[in-house]
């Protein structure tokens, strides 16, 4: 298949790849795909690409294909498929090559803390110009325990000149329930954070695992209730405690349906909300650092498909497929 007229020279070696994958087929996909979400209000499960960042994203279509997927939360940080120095190249590349195989890209990961910082304006304009209308924030951390009405209210500032941001360019910030020392851990922090700034620019990225974490029993169900007005994304990983002899106890992330985290009772109840954001499918417990090929890359595959076809089956246990 031949490069379009209006591609680019110095992407012409990434787009051959699309010769293998049917291009035109698949955009004819993804093009359908993008208006039946719109038309339904019905969420978009996506693969969160940290799992896959031992490819570049030239290599992601191939894979992805392969496993059903249809959509991916793009990361866009230090380390990821996209560097946030490059977003301007980078990200339209990606975005063209992901959509010509069929693959949407409904939200993006950034490390995003600081309008002034980290190519902050280039991503969410970038992303604007594509269409990605999600991304995801990157973290503040308590420093200082002793210090903690201090470190939200240098937060509160800095997410003030990022919903302006976003609100001029029409994107929409979520912000991260990490659990740990994060800003954010205590789901009640995120509230309070982001209720008085604009809804369309700031909202609430929830993580059922992570509130798990934090809250195994009423916790997560209290933080989801309480920001449950604004989230507009939602990250989907399970885990269990776990220790080995008289150590510590840890989270161990464990294949999706396998674990702790109740996520198809939350789903139901996201539902009953009118939930329609993206979904973003995390395989935690894969193998970063392994070779293309390896016994571990194919494990790591296999989990990601199997993972991903555990989402859809709880999507249509609870009416959200």
Not at 93 to 120: F, Q, R
Request: net charge positive; with cysteine.
């Amino acid at each position: 298949m031949q490069a379009s007229s209006q591609t680019r020279p110095d992407r012409r070696a990434i787009l051959k790849t699309m010769a293998a994958v049917g291009a035109a087929a698949g955009l004819n996909r993804w093009a359908r795909a993008e208006a039946a979400a719109r038309d339904t209000g019905k969420p978009r499960p996506c693969l969160f690409t940290k799992p896959l960042q031992n490819r570049p994203f030239a290599q992601l279509p191939e894979v992805l294909i392969k496993s059903g997927i249809d959509a991916v939360d793009l990361t866009c940080r230090s380390k990821g498929h996209v560097l946030p120095e490059r977003v301007a190249e980078d990200l339209p590349a990606a975005h063209e090559l992901l959509a010509k195989a069929g693959i949407a890209i409904p939200m993006i990961t950034t490390e995003i803390t600081d309008v002034s910082k980290g190519h902050a304006e280039a991503i969410v304009k970038t992303a604007a110009g594509l269409g990605i209308r999600h991304l995801k924030l990157g973290y503040y951390s308590y420093e200082n325990l002793n210090r903690i009405e201090a470190a939200l209210a240098e937060v509160k500032a800095r997410l003030r000149d990022i919903a302006a941001l976003c609100k001029a360019h029409g994107v929409t910030a979520g912000f991260h329930n990490h659990c740990g020392l994060r800003v954010g851990a205590g789901m009640w922090d995120i509230h309070g954070l982001i209720q008085d700034l604009p809804r369309e620019a700031i909202t609430s990225y929830f993580d059922l695992r992570h509130a798990t974490v934090e809250g195994g029993d009423g916790g997560w169900r209290i933080g989801l209730g309480l920001l449950a007005p604004r989230i507009r994304m939602l990250a989907v990983k399970d885990f269990f405690w776990s220790r080995e002899g008289q150590g510590a106890w840890k989270a161990k992330d464990v294949p999706l349906g396998e674990g702790m985290v109740r996520c198809e009772e939350a789903l139901k109840r996201l539902k009953a909300l009118r939930f329609a954001g993206p979904i973003s499918l995390h395989v935690e417990y894969a193998a970063i650092e392994r070779s293309i090929g390896s016994r571990e890359d194919q494990a790591a595959v296999e989990s990601i498909r199997r993972d991903w076809a555990t989402l859809k089956t709880m999507l249509g246990r609870a009416g959200l497929a």
